[in-house]
Nanobody, 125 residues
Framework: VQLQASGGGQVQAGGSLTLSCVSS????????IAWFRQAPGKEREFVTA????????TYADSVKERFSISRDNAKNTVYLQMNDLKPEDTATYYC???????????????????WGQGTQVTVSS
């Protein structure tokens, strides 16, 4: 499977961006899709994930109330709406899919097999 992340850019603090992750794989609707981010010199960290059934979502504490994940299974796409962006949100954002369908919402990068190429988000103060 291939994942293609897009939508990054440069915004001022308080601004918004929407990232997209398009999957080329089959049975998209049966897989968890997650977003991770990695800032320069830091470890890749979990941001959010969306499950294969309605309402199955989870967020890192640092982005709760500001970020929103959703999916459109007809378009094989997951979206990450990011509002009230802060300079500390600056990072390369990656979408990822686990090895198997119908899993729980993993939060560790080692539980994900397929990764998109990343899209850069830069938030200036």
């Amino acid at each position: 499977v291939q994942l293609q992340a897009s939508g990054g850019g440069q915004v001022q603090a308080g601004g918004s961006l929407t990232l997209s992750c398009v999957s080329s794989g089959h049975a998209f609707n049966t897989y968890v899709i997650a977003w991770f981010r990695q800032a320069p010199g830091k470890e890749r960290e979990f941001v959010t994930a969306i499950g294969w059934f309605a309402g199955n979502l989870t967020y890192a504490d640092s982005v709760k109330e500001r970020f929103s994940i959703s999916r459109d299974n007809a378009k094989n796409t997951v979206y990450l709406q990011m509002n009230d962006l802060k300079p500390e949100d600056t990072a390369t954002y990656y979408c990822a899919r686990p090895r198997a369908p119908y899993t729980i919402l993993f939060k560790k990068r080692e539980d994900y097999l397929s990764w998109g190429q990343g899209t850069q988000v830069t938030v200036s103060s």
